[in-house]
Nanobody, 121 residues
């Protein structure tokens, strides 16, 4: 059974940094375009950043220059380094990946359970 497990959320003051990690477990063949999404209270879930197998990245305009996404394909992990955090970054952050398993070669979407990030002013 495939799972995405996030860690690293918490409470930080504005201007501070946090590092979110996501580890995939199970009979994984590959993770396709893993990324991070976030959802603030009363708002829709939005893409924060994603990274391709070749290392190409996409970022939301609101986090460009402050957040950095990286991945370790051998370990099936994806990390989001968040610097210069702002109160408007407060949200639940979700890890996402379309995963190909050893037994099913069709990519299937998986979400982590979410981790709370709170930035105080």
């Amino acid at each position: 059974q495939v799972q995405l497990v996030e860690s690293g959320g918490g409470l930080v003051q504005a201007g501070g940094s946090l590092r979110l990690s996501c580890a995939a477990s199970g009979s994984i063949f590959s993770m396709n375009v893993p990324g991070w999404y976030r959802q603030a209270p009363g708002k829709e879930r939005e893409l924060v950043a994603r990274i391709s197998s070749g290392g190409s990245t996409n970022y939301a305009d609101s986090v460009k220059g402050r957040f950095t996404i990286s991945r370790d394909s051998a370990k099936n992990t994806v990390t989001l380094q968040m610097n210069s955090l702002k109160p408007e970054d407060t949200a639940v952050y979700y890890c996402y990946a379309a995963i190909v398993t050893i037994t099913n070669r069709v990519p299937y979407p998986y979400w982590g359970q979410g981790t709370q990030v709170t930035v105080s002013s």
